[in-house]
Each structure stands twice: as structure tokens, then as C-alpha cells.
């Protein structure tokens, strides 16, 4: 069974940095693709960043490229998401996911889903 666990988030200051953590069991993770997005009340999950690491595919979306960086630890089985020059706009719910092989911006492309972990950037 695929198991995603976020940890990381928390309340944080303008300017400031957090790296948020994604715990996979139950997959082979050198298979699988990781994503990040993130989402807010009453508006439709965001992609934020993937990587696949069969073929070393990184993609990030432009609305954070230069402040977010998506990498990961094999050994460790966890994907990260660095997080900085933080903004208030930032606040949201964050998501960790994965896909057996490929996967793409939408998250329809993504079959498993972590529990979320909340991100608030004070002004």
C-alpha cells in the first residue's frame, strides 16, 4: 500500500524558508515519479514541481521557479520541496504525490496522495 507523509510546514515569516518532506513507503521509489502541489480554499490544486527519477526529469512550475527546488534522497525514500523568499500569497496546503512511472503538471497524472501539511507565510 503507497503511503505519503508530509511533514515540514508550519508558520513562517515573509522572506523567510521552509523545506517541507515527503515520507514514501509501500512503492519502489526509483520508479515512481514525486510531485508537489499545493491548494487553497475554494481554488483548484496547483502544480508546484515534479521530478521522475528514471530519467532525471525535473519540472517547476514557473509561478516559483528561483525560490522553490524540488529534490530527493533515494536511500531515504523522501522527496523535498525547498521553499524560499516565502510570500503571504504562499499560504496554502501543501501536497505531496506520486505516480507509478511518468506523471505531468495535472494532478490527474498522479495515482497516490499524501495527507497535506499547512504553510502559513505571515506579512
Known amino acids: 500500500q503507497v503511503q505519503l507523509v508530509e511533514s515540514g510546514g508550519g508558520l513562517v515569516q515573509a522572506g523567510g524558508s521552509l523545506r517541507l518532506s515527503c515520507a514514501a513507503s509501500?512503492?519502489?521509489?526509483?520508479?515512481?515519479?514525486m510531485g508537489w502541489f499545493r491548494q487553497t480554499p475554494g481554488k483548484e490544486r496547483e502544480f508546484l514541481a515534479l521530478i521522475t527519477w528514471r530519467t532525471g526529469f525535473i519540472d517547476v512550475a514557473d509561478s516559483v521557479k528561483g525560490r522553490f527546488t524540488i529534490s530527493g534522497d533515494n536511500a531515504k525514500n523522501t522527496v523535498y520541496l525547498q521553499m524560499n523568499r516565502l510570500k503571504p500569497e504562499d499560504t496554502a496546503v501543501y501536497y505531496c504525490?506520486?505516480?507509478?512511472?511518468?506523471?505531468?503538471?495535472?494532478?490527474?497524472?498522479?495515482?497516490?496522495w499524501g495527507q497535506g501539511t499547512q504553510v502559513t507565510v505571515s506579512s
Open positions: 504525490a506520486c505516480n507509478n512511472g511518468w506523471a505531468g503538471r495535472m494532478p490527474t497524472t498522479f495515482g497516490s
Open positions: 509501500g512503492i519502489t521509489f526509483s520508479d515512481y515519479s
